[in-house]
């Protein structure tokens, strides 16, 4: 009997080590959600920052339902317990998170049409892509009228979303033990800035593969920075985007200097 006992114990403990940190849900084909939801889509006009040249916008009508209540139906009424971020997973390996109070505080969908019937993309003028598809389903945000999310571009907006996941992250990977505090604004800005699509030690999207604590290490700093600030001037084609170009030139200055200066110090640790 005791025997069992340490045996039942010790799968217990190997289930409860390997059990994900995070609640994880593969979005349902559109047909399916549409049947699971219970209700007709909605429109949802805004101004789509894709398109988004300088102060010139394009509105934009698309077809979803509200992201409050696809997440409630992904994981339940009490969804905002279970995680402190949303993390939307895409098809090319961008991954995009977002504090869950956001999606309390600001309107946000899950769309997976355009209004008028077109086909379901977009042209992503910052990466130099056109026709980019955004299926199965895109996030876009209720930003009409809304300067601080206008002002945000397209940061949280990723498309191509196939999975969602409920998450509490931990900051061992971006801020080891032992890193000088003066590097915690590096790391804040690696995490608006560049995470979406690189990984720093194991953390962050997979759009480019590499471990960007690792890369930045062959870099000279002005080298670095010129790639931040305008990548088409050290790569011959990409699709990185340069550093938010609305920013003013001295800031974008600073946030690649300390971005580099946190790299650059930053521990590889895997
Ligand atoms: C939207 C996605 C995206 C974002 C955001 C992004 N990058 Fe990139 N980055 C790429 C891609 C894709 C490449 C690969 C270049 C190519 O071949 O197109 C790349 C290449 C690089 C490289 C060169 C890698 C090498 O192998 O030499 C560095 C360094 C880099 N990025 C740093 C950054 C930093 C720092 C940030 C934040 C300021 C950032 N990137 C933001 C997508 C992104």
Same mark, same amino acid.
């Given at each position: 009997m005791r025997s069992l006992c340490a045996l039942l114990g010790a799968v217990l403990?190997?289930?409860? !080590?390997? &059990?994900? +940190? &995070?609640? &994880? %849900?593969?979005? /349902? /084909?559109v047909a399916a959600l549409q049947? $699971?939801? =219970?209700? %007709?889509a909605a429109t949802a006009t805004v101004y789509e920052p894709h398109l988004s040249v300088g102060d010139a916008h394009t509105a934009v009508d698309y077809v979803g339902y509200p992201a409050v209540d696809v997440l409630a139906h992904l994981f339940g009424a009490?969804?905002?317990? $279970?995680?402190?971020?949303?993390e939307f997973? %895409?098809?090319?390996?961008?991954?995009?998170?977002? +504090? %869950?109070?956001?999606?309390l505080s600001e309107g946000a969908f899950i769309v997976f049409a355009h =209004?008028?019937?077109? /086909?379901f993309t977009v042209d992503n003028l910052l990466q130099n892509e056109s026709?980019? /598809? !955004?299926?199965?389903?895109? !996030?876009?945000?209720d930003n009409i009228g809304n300067p601080a999310l206008l002002a945000e571009g397209a940061r949280n907006w990723p498309y191509q979303v196939a999975e969602v996941l409920l998450v509490t992250l931990s900051d061992a990977a971006l801020l080891p033990e032992g890193l000088d505090e003066r590097f915690h604004e590096g790391a804040a800005l690696a995490r608006t800035h560049c995470l979406s699509c690189h990984m720093v030690n194991g953390y =962050?999207? #997979? @759009?480019? #593969?590499?471990?960007? +604590? #690792?890369?930045? @290490?062959?870099?000279? #700093?002005?080298e670095f920075i010129g790639l931040v600030l305008a990548?088409?001037?050290?790569?011959?084609?990409?699709?990185m985007p340069a550093l938010d170009e609305r920013l003013p030139a001295e800031e974008r200055q600073r946030i690649a200097r300390a971005l580099y200066d946190y790299l650059a110090a930053l521990p590889v640790l895997e």
């Open positions: 403990g190997l289930l409860l !080590l390997t &059990a994900p +940190a &995070a609640r &994880a %849900a593969e979005m /349902p /084909p049947a $699971q939801m =219970g209700s %007709a009490d969804w905002t317990e $279970q995680g402190e971020t949303v997973r %895409a098809l090319d390996g961008y991954v995009s998170r977002i +504090a %869950a109070q956001r999606f =209004g008028d019937g077109a /086909p026709d980019v /598809p !955004l299926g199965p389903y895109y !996030l876009v945000w =962050g999207g #997979e @759009k480019h #593969e590499g471990n960007l +604590a #690792e890369i930045t @290490k062959d870099y000279e #700093e002005d990548p088409l001037s050290v790569l011959d084609e990409t699709t």
